[in-house]
Every structure is written in structure tokens, then in C-alpha cells.
């Protein structure tokens, strides 16, 4: 398979384990944080550990959420310097994409090929206009929703006010989701690499896939 796979080096190589271990990263947090929300919605699994506190285990989960973020960094050696992927990926949520596997899909990126049409003043505007904009949606989402609205307080039990219809909800449904996204793809183009934009559409398919759970 490797050797199959490895044919195809002109765009992206497949036999770099970098890139696999992106991939794993990039699929894993939907999968934690959909199983965790899903026992707790059905059997108030972490409430039951703190004393039948929703509040406290959905900071708890929050906090589990942006530790595994860092502890994934520091298993990767990631850089001390900012990353081009910037504040939308430091998701540690089901509504951003997080950055538990940022420094992965920098590592991934930097082993892979560069491609021409990736590469320029007019791609670098694209990449960091993505870039950007998704930050935007990512922060100013989680802005309006806050710390329990952000991290899963609807499965705790613990719900808003109110429906949110102001920005950026008021553009799009998941500002998280496809401001991550939105992201990711910048990032993959300012490294002029196709496999950051392969990657990319990982992103995507696994919060499609989320958001058909969430819905």
C-alpha cells in the first residue's frame, strides 16, 4: 500500500508519517468530545462525578478540552513562534476546530510538496484573508455563546437565554466550524502545500459529519 500510495509523491506524499498523524489528530477531538457529550446527555455521566454540579463538570469538560490542546502541542515539539494558522485554530471545542492538532498539520505541511499555483503575492493575500476571517467567526462565536454555550453546556443541561441571531450566527449556522476550516485552508495555501489543503477537506467532512450529530 505504501509503495502504492508513494507513486503519487507529485502533489502530495502519502508515505510521510506526518501527514497520517495529522489526519488521526484532526478526526480525533470530534470523536472525544461527540462520545463525552453524548454519555453525559444520556447518563449525566460527569455531572454524577461532580456531586450533580452540571455547571462545575461542564468547566471541568472545558478545561479537559483545552489541556488535551496543549499537552498534543508539547508531544509534538511545537514552535514557541506564532503559527500562520493563528487564534481560530486554538479550538478546544465541538464548534471550532482546535488546536490539539495544529502543530501536527504544521509538522505534516512542512514535510509535504509545494505546489506553483499555491505560491505568489495573490495566494499569500487569499491565505491570510482565510486566515483572518476565520478568526474572526471563531472568536466573535465564541464571544456570543460564552464559556458554557462554547463548550457543550447544552448537553449539561445548561442552555441560553435566549436563541443567538447576531453576528456571526447571522452569516452562518456553525461560525466555528467554518471559521476553522476557513483556516485551515489559508494555512495550506500561505505553505503553498496541496496536502494542507487535502487536509483541509478532512477538516470539513469531520465537522459535516459533527454537525449532522449536533443537529
Given at each position: 500500500m505504501s509503495k502504492i500510495l508513494g507513486q503519487n509523491r507529485g502533489?502530495?506524499?502519502?508515505?510521510?508519517?506526518?501527514?497520517?498523524?495529522?489526519?488521526?489528530?484532526?478526526?480525533?477531538?470530534?470523536?472525544?468530545?461527540?462520545?463525552?457529550?453524548?454519555?453525559?446527555y444520556h447518563h449525566k455521566i460527569l455531572t454524577k462525578l461532580f456531586n450533580g454540579n452540571s455547571r462545575l463538570a461542564c468547566y471541568a469538560l472545558a478545561i479537559t478540552i483545552f489541556s488535551l490542546g496543549i499537552f498534543r502541542d508539547a508531544l509534538s515539539g511545537r514552535p514557541p513562534h506564532p503559527s500562520p494558522l493563528g487564534l481560530a485554530s486554538q479550538g478546544r471545542t465541538?464548534?471550532?476546530?482546535?488546536?490539539?492538532?495544529?502543530?501536527?498539520?504544521?509538522?505534516?505541511?512542512?514535510?509535504?510538496?509545494?505546489?506553483?499555483?499555491?505560491?505568489?503575492?495573490?495566494?499569500?493575500?487569499?491565505?491570510?484573508?482565510?486566515?483572518?476571517?476565520?478568526?474572526?467567526?471563531?472568536?466573535s462565536s465564541m464571544w456570543a455563546l460564552g464559556i458554557t454555550g462554547t463548550y457543550l453546556g447544552d448537553y449539561f443541561g445548561i442552555l441560553m437565554d435566549h436563541v443567538v441571531e447576531s453576528f456571526p450566527f447571522n452569516v452562518t449556522g456553525a461560525p466555528m466550524y467554518y471559521g476553522s476550516t476557513m483556516s485551515f485552508l489559508g494555512t495550506a495555501i500561505l505553505y503553498g502545500k496541496p496536502a494542507g489543503v487535502f487536509l483541509t477537506a478532512e477538516v470539513l467532512v469531520v465537522y459535516l459529519i459533527a454537525l449532522s450529530y449536533e443537529e
Open positions: 502533489l502530495i506524499d502519502f508515505d510521510q508519517k506526518s501527514l497520517a498523524i495529522s489526519a488521526l489528530s484532526i478526526a480525533f477531538n470530534p470523536i472525544f468530545w461527540n462520545t463525552v457529550a453524548r454519555q453525559e465541538p464548534h471550532v476546530q482546535q488546536a490539539n492538532h495544529l502543530s501536527s498539520y504544521e509538522r505534516a505541511l512542512r514535510a509535504q510538496p509545494f505546489h506553483p499555483l499555491l505560491q505568489g503575492t495573490m495566494s499569500n493575500y487569499i491565505g491570510y484573508a482565510l486566515i483572518a476571517s476565520g478568526n474572526v467567526l471563531v472568536l
